[in-house]
């Protein structure tokens, strides 16, 4: 089944304590995102990543960072998580050429 | 700048009456104009895109591009479209993103 998966689903976090969102897709796509969720805000671009070893900036990357090893994985990093974090992230595939985005189910990060 | 504006946080309407949700957008190229949705604890999907001009679940979408809008339509709204709705602006691949706007939550009452 051609899907985006992320993990964790939930997590509750401290200040400070590094964490790690995992996202990977199985439809060979080049594109991959990153997105905040925020009521009252819609969906904010974190981060993307047009191929392997190439990321750029979303509308609101400080205090994130990204890497792509692997064309179907695109992990979110947080080094220092702070309580302005706490959100739904989603991740988001899509192919070169095509607009069409898939999304993840999302995880809910709570940082107290 | 590219810009996607929902004037509407909240839609309530009656089962069976027509719903509207109003989506204006600003953007100096050409766009590529969608509608996402999203129930309750499930993930995104994509429910229209404008290039298709397609009728998802009875909705259809317009695109105005003297009035630079795409709102969404139905004609008769059941309990199922309780949902989130978001208008996204594609802005090609090299940016890589949708922008998105703030959303509306409908709300389908019996």
């Known amino acids: 089944e051609a899907q985006v998966t992320q993990n964790p689903r939930y997590l509750i976090t401290v200040t400070g304590k590094k964490l790690t969102v995992t996202c990977s897709q199985n439809m060979n796509h080049e594109y991959m995102s990153w997105y905040r969720q925020d009521p009252g805000l819609g969906l904010r671009q974190i981060y993307y990543?047009?191929?392997?070893?190439?990321?750029d900036k979303g509308d609101v990357p400080e205090g994130y960072k990204v890497s792509r090893k692997e064309k179907r994985n695109f992990p979110l990093i947080l080094e220092s998580p702070s309580p302005n974090q706490t959100s739904l992230y989603f991740c988001a595939s899509r192919k070169v050429g095509v607009n069409e985005q898939y999304f993840g189910p999302g995880t809910r990060l709570t940082v107290t | 700048a590219q810009r996607v504006t929902q004037p509407e946080k909240l839609l309530s309407v009656f089962k069976g009456a027509p719903v509207e949700l109003k989506c204006n957008y600003s953007?100096?190229?050409?766009?590529?104009l969608f509608w996402y949705v999203q129930y309750s604890r499930q993930r995104l999907q994509l429910l229209l895109r404008h290039i298709s001009r397609e009728s998802i679940k009875g909705f259809t979408a317009d695109l105005n591009k003297g009035e630079t809008s795409f709102h969404l339509k139905k004609p008769f709204a059941q309990e199922e479209d309780s949902a989130m709705y978001y208008c996204a602006l594609g802005l090609g691949d090299s940016w890589g993103k949708l922008q998105f706007g703030a959303g509306t939550q409908v709300v389908v009452t019996p």
């Open positions: 990543s047009m191929n392997v070893e190439v990321t």
């Open positions: 953007y100096s190229g050409s766009p590529e």
